[in-house]
């Protein structure tokens, strides 16, 4: 039946207002979409979410353009391609998982979010205010002399000052000298990391070519050792040798390499190979660069093989032992030190055994091509259950001034020039204990640094 033309009317005003209001509801959703897609806009901008066609995923914000294309499948696993190698030649990268870590994830060439930061000096618990303490009030003389009365193991009272805190040359005088009124006669600070990295701007070309300078504000060389100096402290300065990752990344014909035919890491950097010359003559650039700016001691860290047997260890040079090329790289660096003491850090289960034939270390030889040994005692370093000589530690911590003369003794056997290295634990009872157990045991000299939280160097 057909409608009157009367309720034609109506049902044409009723569905006038039922598209009016569809309409109203409609725009409301467009408008919704359209803040929700600037919103999404505005969080690709942040990184945290990627549009795609038809759907939003969640990317990792620290992910690099490079690192979003696409990249060939690893067959073998034990890393991916690497096209970084200085010939061109496809290198493949370690991603060696065997190395033990407390918090850094094994690299792997990948994931660059794996790396420790690179651009910064380490963090350590110390702060500026703290990192001058006071020595044992019975250390402290009323003329601790010039840095020309101090030699390694002679009137040797190391402080340390972390270069990062004083970026500026009043701000290190004033630690420095308080250092000094305090009772120290000597300074040791950090100049290369194990990272790579340096605490202050190299004029060498390869440290500039492999962006080795720090990225923020520092001191030139000359700078922080003139300071250093006015403020009468000798400057001992310490350097990672071989553990580099910057080096070893960026040069695959300097990096040690591992058995499964990567380049070497130990989980955190990686390292320059001991048997490549190259490498070796980039370190000793940087040695003598501060030689030339008048640091009075090297204390030299990394400068062997690394301690690890796992299943991607170190390829090694069957055609040339660990102990001659650990060795003919240590007599380079006495060479190239000829105005400038040389300190070779040690492990103290290193020194107590004479050596360690993992890494290539002869401690009878190696003692005889420096000044002194600095016995690594820091107690953080050491392990729950240290054996040591005829002794067992059950734990470090424990009884600080005990653990101290226990190494100490099992040291003794050892014909070498051996000086302390203490650790500031930020307790002046504890840093009391460790140096009075060092002097007890008739060490005259001895070195404090920083309880480290991270290093890159850590």
Not at 186 to 203: C, F, H, I, P, Q
Not at 426 to 455: L, P
Request: aromatic share 4%; glycine share 6%; hydrophobic share 35%.
């Amino acid at each position: 039946m057909r409608r009157p033309v009367k309720y034609k009317a109506k049902q044409a005003e009723r569905n006038r207002r039922i598209i009016i209001a569809a309409a109203a509801i409609l725009g409301v959703i467009i408008i919704g979409g359209a803040s929700a897609a600037v919103i999404l806009n505005r969080s690709e901008q942040t990184g945290k979410l990627v549009k795609g066609s038809d759907t939003v995923a969640i990317e990792d914000p620290h992910t690099t353009k490079d690192d979003q294309q696409t990249k060939p499948a690893d067959t073998t696993g034990e890393g991916t391609t690497d096209t970084t190698a200085a010939n061109g030649v496809t290198e493949p990268i370690s991603d060696d998982t065997t190395a033990p870590m407390d918090t850094t994830a094994p690299l792997g060439e990948t994931d660059d979010s794996q790396l420790p930061a690179v651009t910064d000096a380490p963090d350590v618990s110390v702060s500026p205010e703290t990192d001058v303490p006071n020595p044992p009030d019975t250390e402290k003389p009323t003329d601790v002399g010039t840095p020309t009365d101090v030699g390694t193991v002679t009137n040797y009272k190391g402080g340390y000052l972390a270069l990062s805190d004083y970026p500026t040359a009043p701000a290190l005088k004033d630690a420095a000298e308080a250092l000094r009124a305090s009772g120290y006669t000597a300074v040791m600070v950090e100049l290369k990391y194990d990272n790579g990295k340096l605490a202050y701007k190299s004029t060498v070309a390869q440290a500039k070519d492999y962006g080795a300078n720090p990225s923020v504000a520092a001191l030139s060389l000359d700078e922080i050792i003139s300071v250093l100096h006015e403020a009468g402290l000798y400057v001992t300065g310490r350097v990672c040798a071989l553990r580099d990752d910057l080096v070893a990344k960026g040069n695959t014909e300097m990096a040690l390499m591992n058995t499964a035919g990567f380049r070497y890491s130990d989980g955190a950097s990686r390292w320059i190979s001991v048997y490549n010359e190259d490498g070796q003559d980039y370190i000793l650039s940087l040695l003598s660069e501060m030689q030339d700016a008048g640091v009075d001691e090297i204390m030299l860290r990394d400068y062997a093989l690394p301690a690890d047997t796992g299943t991607t260890a170190p390829l090694y040079d069957k055609t040339v032992s660990k102990t001659d090329a650990v060795k003919a790289f240590v007599s380079r660096v006495n060479q190239t030190l000829t105005n400038t003491a040389l300190n070779l850090e040690m492990d103290v289960s290193t020194i107590a055994a004479g050596g360690s034939e993992i890494q290539g270390m002869e401690c009878a030889v190696l003692s005889t091509l420096c000044d002194s040994v600095s016995a690594d005692i820091t107690l953080s370093n050491l392990p729950d259950g240290l054996k040591i000589g005829n002794a067992v530690i059950a734990d470090a911590d424990a009884d600080p001034k005990k653990t101290v003369e226990t190494i100490l003794s099992a040291l003794d056997t050892q014909d070498m020039t051996i000086r302390p290295l203490l650790e500031l634990t930020g307790n002046a009872d504890i840093d009391q204990a460790q140096v009075t157990a060092a002097q007890g045991k008739g060490y005259e000299a001895y070195q404090m640094i920083a309880r480290v939280v991270k290093m890159n160097e850590k």
